[in-house]
């Protein structure tokens, strides 16, 4: 069955870099694949931070754009978020999030949870 594990979290100062890893496990690399970073933070709804298509196509929040880079390593099939200028409101539970069978781009993606299959169980960021 589809695992996906994050890891990465941890806490940093406020202009501090960061990067997460997501690996996955248990689907066809060639399948189509819209591969997505979600965050929660306390009190609050979770929200999508970046999305990768199987294309490589890639579309980031307004809130980490410019700071934030999602990638993905297909050959190993892991995902990263890389974060840097981080400032305290990205503290947040992250979430790594996969929907396969379809690839994706545009932000409909970003806010559209439902959409994806399977979830990993957070890794917690914390920025001060």
């Known amino acids: 069955h589809v695992q996906l594990v994050e890891s990465g979290g941890r806490s940093v100062e406020t202009g501090g870099s960061l990067r997460l890893t997501c690996g996955g496990s248990?689907?066809?690399?060639?399948?189509?694949?819209?591969m997505a970073w979600f965050r929660q933070a306390p009190g609050k709804e979770r929200e999508g931070v970046a999305i990768?298509?199987?294309?490589?196509?890639?579309t980031h929040a307004g809130s980490v754009k410019d700071r934030f880079s999602i990638s993905k390593d297909n050959t190993k099939n892991i995902l990263y978020l890389q974060m840097t200028s981080m400032l305290p409101e990205d503290t947040a539970m992250y979430y790594c999030?996969?929907?396969?069978?379809?690839?994706?781009?545009?932000?409909?993606?970003?806010?559209?949870?439902?959409?994806?299959?399977?979830w990993g169980q957070g890794t917690q960021v914390t920025v001060s």
């Open positions: 999030a996969a929907a396969i069978g379809t690839s994706c781009s545009g932000g409909w993606w970003l806010r559209h949870m439902d959409e994806y299959n399977y």
């Open positions: 248990g689907y066809n690399l060639n399948d189509r694949q819209c």
């Open positions: 990768i298509g199987s294309s490589g196509s890639r």
